[in-house]
T-cell receptor, first 111, second 112 residues
Framework: SQQGEEDPQALSIQEGENATMNCSYKTSINNLQWYRQNSGRGLVHLILIRSNEREKHSGRLRVTLDTSKKSSSLLITASRAADTASYFCATDAERDDKIIFGKGTRLHILP | EAQVTQNPRYLITVTGKKLTVTCSQNMNHEYMSWYRQDPGLGLRQIYYSMNVEVTDKGDVPEGYKVSRKEKRNFPLILESPSPNQTSLYFC???????????FGSGTRLTVV
């Protein structure tokens, strides 16, 4: 069962620009998490936002959550070459104990 | 160093030969989980464990077994591997569902 779906599937931007990725999900959640994965390596946790929060910041990352639309966005400001990676959202659904990942957005930062 | 350790990193095996992928965490985390990652399908949860002696099926549990006899270890067992289990496997742990996962480095399994 795919809970979260990221959009777009792939994104290429120039270094220094902002990158925005979106995640939509289907059922009520306890929290939503964003992760980064560099080319086949383990995922790295970026940020967790709870269902009663609307926005959260961490360095150059800004995450928003709209529970009425069942969607979240991840904004990376002033992108760098090192931000090239795949980004995944993961949802912790209220109905069970599973944490379900989407298929990810591949972000490529052009020099 | 706080980490999740998976072994082996790479494994090629033959159909039907039982294998175990080990996973150990040193952070006293309660929640542990196994995922497989396949191109175009993202990460799919195989099994998870909320605590010692408590395990539950994820979305793709068929062909896999797990155990959680101690808090730190969560091995993944393939009793009779088949080629459709060729995949990249990740173990992950978290303090609770309200915290993010720490992932292992992955195990790339090929079943021929």
């Amino acid at each position: 069962s795919q809970q979260g779906e990221e959009d777009p599937q792939a994104l290429s931007i120039q270094e220094g620009e902002n990158a925005t990725m979106n995640c939509s999900y289907k059922t009520s959640i306890n929290n939503l998490q964003w992760y980064r994965q560099n080319s086949g390596r383990g995922l790295v946790h970026l940020i967790l936002i709870r269902s009663n929060e609307r926005e959260k910041h961490s360095g150059r990352l800004r995450v928003t959550l709209d529970t009425s639309k069942k969607s979240s966005s991840l904004l990376i400001t002033a992108s760098r070459a090192a931000d090239t990676a795949s980004y995944f959202c993961a949802t912790d659904a209220e109905r069970d104990d599973k944490i379900i990942f989407g298929k990810g957005t591949r972000l490529h930062i052009l020099p | 160093e706080a980490q999740v350790t998976q072994n082996p990193r790479y494994l090629i095996t033959v159909t039907g030969k039982k294998l175990t992928v080990t996973c150990s965490q040193n952070m006293n985390h309660e929640y542990m989980s196994w995922y497989r990652q396949d191109p175009g399908l993202g990460l799919r949860q195989i099994y998870y464990s909320m605590n010692v002696e408590v395990t539950d099926k994820g979305d793709v549990p068929e062909g896999y077994k797990v155990s959680r006899k101690e808090k730190r270890n969560f091995p993944l067992i393939l009793e009779s591997p088949s080629p459709n289990q060729t995949s990249l496997y990740f173990c992950a742990s978290s303090l609770s569902r309200d915290h993010g996962y720490t992932f292992g480095s992955g195990t790339r399994l090929t079943v021929v």
